[in-house]
């Protein structure tokens, strides 16, 4: 069901809004979402299944409402074998006193209910990926360590019920938006719903060129280091082409992908200042973006600071780039590919000033200009359903 508006929305006043989110544990390019978000709107109390305050300085200057899952100690690391109760507690938030509820979600926010009358917009990060395009990545590593067998259990045993449920709920909302293309394409996909892109911001005021020449003596990639990221042939391919690559990041998979590694890749752990990464895109020849993205923010960081960037032509990250101007696409998640794209590379030169100009599409003043306006003008209408 999509609820409609009730007559007379688009002659209100100043519309009362709030935020929902998943889970409010970390901090990354989903939070600085939800920072933006609160710029626009500081009014706006955001409401999540799981609030781990002492993880997230970043939220203490938001209203922060959250559910009875803040109670059980593994929910805000081990979320993933909670599906029924993440769906229980989104459903059972009251939002009648709202014009109009935001979800931020690659999951289960999407999924309250609001009465007629009341606008829910979601920005839809991608559809539940534990249960549609990464279905089959998270079950050869759901990552909750000894709670891993349990995850694929549960996940296997009540598959069909997940998807049945994720999709009804996805029909809640009255209007979608979509971080990039290949989301969008993932929400007609698995949701039949159109969705409008408004990009994710990017943090380009700070991430900027470098006042000194920059050292350009090793190639970057910052990800975390989990299965899907597609990190071990990307490392592959540095071992054989004997160059220097810094990798910046923490996750499970570390362990293993260190054991492929040359003596020319080196780790550096995630917990990084903004500072320090900055630092680090500057003088790197180019950011390396092995992946296929919902939308791959730290491609338009590293083109801030002036570096260009090496990308697997799929997902958002190649949405980012201009092949040619400010980085280079390859075709096949394979040594041989990026091998060929690193070595065309080192024979061709990138402006800095390119790279720092197309960043600028994505910085966080467009994000909020259209992120207002679009939200404003779908509640003005009153025809959103």
């Given at each position: 069901?999509?609820?409609?508006?009730?007559?007379?929305?688009?002659?209100?006043?100043?519309?009362?809004?709030?935020?929902?989110?998943?889970?409010?544990?970390?901090?990354?390019?989903?939070?600085?979402?939800?920072?933006?978000?609160?710029?626009?709107?500081?009014?706006?109390?955001?409401?999540?299944?799981?609030?781990?305050?002492?993880?997230?300085?970043?939220?203490?200057?938001?209203?922060?409402?959250?559910?009875?899952?803040?109670?059980?100690?593994?929910?805000?690391?081990?979320?993933?074998?909670?599906?029924?109760?993440?769906?229980?507690?989104?459903?059972?938030?009251?939002?009648?006193?709202?014009?109009?509820?935001?979800?931020?979600?690659?999951?289960?926010?999407?999924?309250?209910?609001?009465?007629?009358?009341?606008?829910?917009?979601?920005?839809?990060?991608?559809?539940?990926?534990?249960?549609?395009?990464?279905?089959?990545?998270?079950?050869?590593?759901?990552?909750?360590?000894?709670?891993?067998?349990?995850?694929?259990?549960?996940?296997?045993?009540?598959?069909?019920?997940?998807?049945?449920?994720?999709?009804?709920?996805?029909?809640?909302?009255?209007?979608?938006?979509?971080?990039?293309?290949?989301?969008?394409?993932?929400?007609?996909?698995?949701?039949?719903?159109?969705?409008?892109?408004?990009?994710?911001?990017?943090a380009t005021h700070f991430f900027r060129l470098s006042k000194n020449k920059p050292t350009l003596d090793y190639y970057l990639i910052v990800s975390r280091l989990v299965p899907y990221k597609s990190l071990d042939y990307a490392i592959k391919a540095i071992n054989r082409l004997k160059t220097n690559l810094i990798i910046i990041g923490s996750g499970i998979d570390r362990g293993r992908l260190r054991s492929l590694a040359g003596p020319t890749v080196?780790?550096?752990?995630?917990?990084?200042?903004?500072?320090?990464?900055?630092?680090?895109?500057?003088?790197?020849?180019?950011?390396?973006?092995?992946?296929?993205?919902?939308?791959?923010?730290?491609?338009?960081?590293?083109?801030?600071?002036?570096?260009?960037?090496?990308?697997?032509?799929?997902?958002?990250?190649?949405?980012?780039?201009?092949?040619?101007?400010?980085?280079?696409?390859?075709?096949?998640?394979?040594?041989?590919?990026?091998?060929?794209?690193?070595?065309?590379?080192?024979?061709?030169?990138?402006?800095?000033?390119?790279?720092?100009?197309?960043?600028?599409?994505?910085?966080?003043?467009?994000?909020?200009?259209?992120?207002?306006?679009?939200?404003?003008?779908?509640?003005?209408?009153?025809?959103?359903?």
């Open positions: 069901m999509i609820f409609m508006n009730m007559p007379g929305n688009k002659n209100k006043g100043r519309p009362k809004i709030a935020l929902v989110y998943d889970r409010v544990v970390k901090f990354g390019g989903a939070e600085r979402i939800l920072l933006a978000l609160n710029r626009l709107w500081p009014d706006a109390p955001l409401y999540t299944a799981v609030y781990n305050n002492r993880k997230v300085p970043w939220a203490k200057k938001i209203e922060v409402k959250t559910s009875f899952l803040k109670y059980l100690p593994i929910a805000d690391r081990y979320q993933e074998i909670l599906p029924f109760l993440t769906p229980y507690v989104f459903e059972n938030f009251n939002f009648d006193d709202f014009d109009i509820v935001i979800s931020v979600t690659s999951s289960d926010a999407k999924s309250i209910v609001t009465k007629p009358g009341t606008l829910h917009i979601c920005y839809c990060l991608t559809p539940t990926r534990y249960l549609w395009s990464g279905y089959e990545e998270y079950l050869k590593e759901p990552g909750v360590g000894l709670f891993n067998p349990l995850a694929r259990l549960i996940l296997k045993t009540f598959l069909p019920h997940l998807r049945h449920w994720d999709y009804l709920s996805s029909a809640r909302v009255d209007q979608y938006l979509s971080i990039s293309q290949t989301v969008q394409k993932r929400i007609w996909h698995y949701y039949k719903r159109k969705a409008q892109i408004i990009y994710p911001p990017a080196k780790f550096i752990e995630g917990n990084l200042t903004d500072r320090k990464l900055c630092w680090y895109y500057q003088n790197c020849r180019s950011l390396i973006f092995p992946g296929e993205e919902d939308f791959g923010l730290t491609a338009v960081e590293a083109q801030a600071c002036g570096r260009p960037v090496i990308a697997l032509n799929k997902g958002g990250a190649a949405e980012s780039i201009r092949p040619g101007l400010t980085g280079l696409l390859y075709e096949h998640k394979s040594e041989e590919s990026l091998i060929d794209t690193i070595n065309k590379f080192e024979k061709m030169n990138f402006e800095p000033h390119d790279c720092r100009e197309n960043s600028l599409k994505f910085a966080e003043g467009i994000f909020e200009k259209r992120m207002k306006e679009t939200i404003l003008n779908f509640w003005k209408e009153g025809n959103w359903a």
